[in-house]
């Protein structure tokens, strides 16, 4: 076991999910959600990132303060906050459109790294724009976890692979014999452990050359956004204490179907009558 309090970083993307049908907008973003649920399950959190003092930046700012997550490195910006427009078919969800705004307006200082060194895991994704500087986040952090959603390639594996200590990617698009196949690319790439997920068929996990899996939990969905932010933030905190793959796969599923019996990531919903007049025009573009 290392550390039975271990605190984690988010850093980097954040958006404000806007359900159009429902009159109602959520904090969000991988690495905010992560964080945010990383705090529900009554651990210390800390959120690095470039938010808005708009309304959208606002609400990402005081739901964040209000679950004690470490807002002390958080840049603000007046211009606009990234949003996205989510519509609703059932539980499942469809990206209308979205706005990038400041999430990526952040330049890493020294003051920074020292900040990121004192958590026991770093957490930031394809989303947040921060590639270049991977490799020195990789070499002062304890432990850097990246989620790469469903857009790794050739190009992401050679250019990150060796400096992840985790990688999340989303295999729901590929046989499980074609997704064992990528997870192993991954560590002989020098991932130290690449874990899979693939929706309603599980989870797989490849680390030394040994594959775990894990099945997905029972669950009332309310809403399927989030699920798979908060598989991440459940194996995380059950890898951070126990280092023990198939216990965090598992942690991984039980918290994911937390998230589904509720509405949007980790809460802090804010109603509104009419959608506000300064949101991206609809599409059936998906997040940038």
């Known amino acids: 076991m290392r550390n039975v309090v271990p605190r984690l970083l988010g850093l980097g993307d954040n958006t404000v999910d806007v359900y159009v049908d429902k009159g109602l907008m959520f904090p969000g973003g991988n690495t905010v959600n992560v964080a945010g649920m990383w705090a529900r399950q009554g651990q210390p959190a800390g959120y690095l990132g470039c938010l808005s003092f708009d309304q959208y930046g606002n609400l990402i700012y005081q739901s964040l303060s209000e679950d004690g997550i470490d807002l002390s490195h958080c840049r603000r910006s007046h211009k606009p906050n990234a949003c996205t427009l989510i519509g609703h078919e059932g539980e499942d969800r469809r990206f209308l459109g979205s706005r990038k705004g400041v999430a990526r307006d952040i330049t890493l200082t020294e003051d920074d790294y020292l900040y990121m060194s004192s958590f026991d895991v770093v957490h930031t994704s394809i989303f947040s724009g921060l590639d ?109 204490t126990s280092s023990d793959v198939g216990r965090a796969l598992e942690a991984g599923a039980q918290n994911a179907a937390e998230i589904c019996s509720v509405m949007g990531a980790f809460g802090h919903g804010l109603a509104f009558d009419t959608p506000p007049d300064d949101l991206p025009e609809r599409s059936e573009v998906a997040r940038a």
């Open 132 to 240: 270049t500087y991977i490799p020195s986040i990789a070499n002062r952090c304890r432990s850097l976890s990246y989620d790469l959603s469903n857009r790794w390639n050739d190009e992401h594996l050679g250019r990150l692979a060796g400096h992840l200590d985790i990688a999340f990617l989303s295999l729901g698009d590929v046989n499980a014999e074609e997704g064992i196949k990528i997870l192993h690319r991954w560590t002989e790439a020098g991932c130290g452990l690449a874990v899979g997920t693939r929706g309603s068929e599980g989870s797989l996990a490849v680390q030394n050359g040994m594959l775990y899996s894990a099945g997905v939990k029972p669950a009332t969905v309310v809403d399927t956004l989030g699920a798979g932010d908060g598989f991440a933030a459940g194996f995380l905190l059950e890898w951070c």
